[in-house]
């Protein structure tokens, strides 16, 4: 049905006449009786078809038609003119008009001429109508291509960039990130792109809390923070959570509800892409793992490894490979059988496999050598997870089943990316100088492991009648001798600069004397310490007059003796390991000082051990 015609003429004659004419022919009508009116309905109504005199006070018809197709350049104007008035009805059908006619107007002229400028009206809505359609059908069209694409990729890395840069690209959106739900239930950041500042951008969030109620409606939402208008999309398979996706920065400045729409669909396809890519590459690590050990193989590890260094280069990202050997296992073979062999090397994946997370890797790169890869973990992180492995492995059953008769001498290595290498052999290599370091080491030489922490300080720091200590050029050094009276307050002061100068360095310190006292170095170099100090400090000894402090952590120790004849400084960050263990005498203060980390780690450990100390 035609829309309705706007009458405007300031004869009220003229004005009544056409409605009527125009109704008799089933036509709506409304009337007004001057440009401005005419302006102001318009406004308020869409005509398919304005019908106005030409000579009108103030807005005539030549300027109302101007008007009116400055706002719709499709509108059709019938323009109505004196008989006389020739030159004027030139002029009216140049402005644009549909047509001209002149007073008194004859009825079937005037249906004519309607019907034929609503004819014209007519066509054009169905041209746009189907231009509209079409674009609509390309569009999802479009929609569907990128939905069936990310339902048919099994590379989940690639799937997760791809989600980014699909979503962005039907929402006009310049950035965008991506958080996926994580074996643990948390959602992880995945990818991201565009604008944004990573540094922002939560690493980890709980699907609990606030998002709660959002991602239980499973419905896209609209926000906006201090820069840019926001669109949050859950990604939902079967009723569950597996991600949310965040756009911004429009490119018109703002979302629309098509952005959302269209988002959703895509999310929703998304989320089962998510799942299959889950699902495929838990069937591809069945068949890459060692039958033995169900350990990954050597290929799939260095594969996946190398998705981990494009991941870390491009998102600023830190991980750390760590390689462990069984230096004994080819004895074992020869003096206890391939039966015991084998026995070894399950027990001591398994001790592995308990203690890594879902997103680590372990692999085996041959009979006696492991490599583990750990994910946005530092180098300190590392050296962390080595200590906790080796002790896992000593209280694994097949493992001490077979050290009752031989110990299998494990031995492990850790390296950072990029700290140490910014591709996969730099850091295998890095590992590998590390354990040479720990082989050489005089934890290894001396057999220091099982050793309580006080025996282990005795032997250490000997006297002056003890025969010297090994050496290994492969090893970092270690002294003991005479040292001088204020090298203990010396080292706490640097070590405090150090800390300052570097606040969010991960490290762990451990200053043990007879008495915790407010005026000792360490103390008081750190009395200004930021809140967001990385390292953790501990103070050991007998309570003085350090009740608190922000940086350190006292640890009252009443009434024992060994601390009470001893200082030391056990100090182990991810670029220093340091330890000096010092008796004051009568004549000269007599010490042992190292920085062979292997020590300095095996020393704090036991400390831990033996004061039931939390480790980091």
């Known amino acids: 049905m035609a829309g309705p015609i706007l009458v405007v003429d300031d004869d009220l004659f003229f004005r009544q006449l056409a409605s009527d004419m125009l109704a008799r022919h089933g036509h709506r009508v409304v009337s007004v009786e001057n440009g401005t009116a005419a302006l102001e309905e318009a406004a308020r109504t ?39 008035d020739i030159k004027g009805s030139e002029m009216a059908l140049r402005s644009g008009a549909a047509d001209c ?40 069209h479009n929609l569907h291509q990128r939905c069936l694409e990310l339902i048919s990729q099994s590379d989940l890395e690639w ?39 990573k540094q922002f951008l939560a690493e980890r969030m709980s699907p609990e809390g606030p998002l709660a ?31 949310l996706a965040q756009l911004s920065d429009p490119l018109a400045g703002d979302f629309r509800q098509e952005h959302s729409r269209d988002a959703r669909v895509l999310a929703d396809f998304a989320a089962v892409g998510v799942k299959n890519g889950r699902r495929m590459m838990a069937l591809q690590r069945l068949g890459l793992r060692d039958r033995e050990t169900a350990a990954y193989n050597l290929s799939y590890f260095t594969d996946y490894a190398s998705k981990e260094i494009y991941k870390a280069r491009r998102y600023g990202r830190t991980f750390s490979l760590l390689t462990f050997s069984i230096d004994n296992l080819p004895l074992v073979r020869v003096r206890q059988g391939a039966a015991d062999a084998k026995k070894a090397v399950r027990g001591i994946i398994k001790a592995l496999s308990k203690i890594i997370r879902d997103s680590d890797v372990i692999a085996k790169a041959s009979d006696q050598e492991f490599y583990l890869l750990l994910p946005e973990t530092d180098f300190f992180g590392a050296m962390m997870f080595v ?47 590390r354990m040479d370091e720990r082989r050489a080491s005089l934890q290894r030489r001396l057999m220091l492991d099982g050793l309580p922490f006080w025996d282990e300080v005795d032997l250490l720091l000997g006297t002056p009648n003890s025969p010297k200590l090994p050496v290994d050029d492969r090893a970092e050094p270690s002294r003991r001798g005479k040292v001088a009276d204020v090298l203990f307050d010396e080292l706490q002061a640097e070590i405090a600069r150090e800390l ?46 350090l009740e608190s402090h922000p940086a350190l952590t006292p640890v009252f120790l009443e009434g024992d003796e060994r601390v009470a004849r001893h200082e030391f400084i056990l100090w182990l960050s991810e670029s220093a390991a340091y330890a000096l263990i010092q008796r004051r005498g009568r004549g000269a ?21 033996e004061y039931d100390l939390q480790p980091y």
């Open 589 to 609: 203060t007599w010490g042992f000082h190292t920085s062979d980390t292997a020590v300095v780690d095996g020393l704090i450990s036991k400390l831990q051990a």
């Open 159 to 197: 799937l997760q960039e791809r989600i980014i840069s699909e979503l962005s690209a039907v929402c006009d959106a310049q950035s965008a990130a991506l958080w996926v739900l994580d074996d643990r239930g948390d959602l992880v950041l995945r990818a991201y792109r565009g604008l944004l500042d």
């Open 46 to 84: 869409p005509f398919d078809l304005v019908i106005t005199d030409v000579v009108m006070p103030g807005v005539d018809g030549f300027a109302l038609t101007a008007r009116l197709r400055e706002r719709d350049p499709d509108q059709e104007v019938i323009l109505v003119s004196q008989r006389t």
């Open 213 to 243: 109620s959002r991602l239980k409606d499973a419905q896209p939402w609209f926000a906006r923070d201090e820069r840019s208008a926001v669109l949050y999309v859950p990604l939902m398979a079967t009723g569950e959570i597996v991600g």
């Open 387 to 433: 200590r906790r492995a080796v002790a896992a492995v000593r209280e694994e059953p097949e493992v001490q089943d077979v050290e009752q008769r031989l110990p299998l001498a494990l031995v492990g290595g850790a390296s950072t990316f990029p700290k140490d290498g910014e591709d996969f052999d730099e850091l295998v290599h890095r590992c590998r100088r």
């Open 500 to 545: 300052m100068r570097d606040p969010g360095s991960r490290g762990l310190l451990y200053v043990g004397g007879p008495e915790i006292r407010s005026d000792l170095p360490i103390a008081a170099g750190l009395e200004s310490a930021p809140p967001d100090l990385s390292s953790r400090i501990y103070l050991l000894g007998r309570r003085m007059d």
């Open 101 to 140: 006619l002149a007073k008194p107007v004859d009825e079937a002229d005037l249906v004519l001429a309607v019907d034929r400028a609503l004819e014209r009206a007519a066509l054009r809505k169905e041209r746009a109508q189907l231009r509209d359609e079409n674009m609509e059908f390309a569009r999802f």
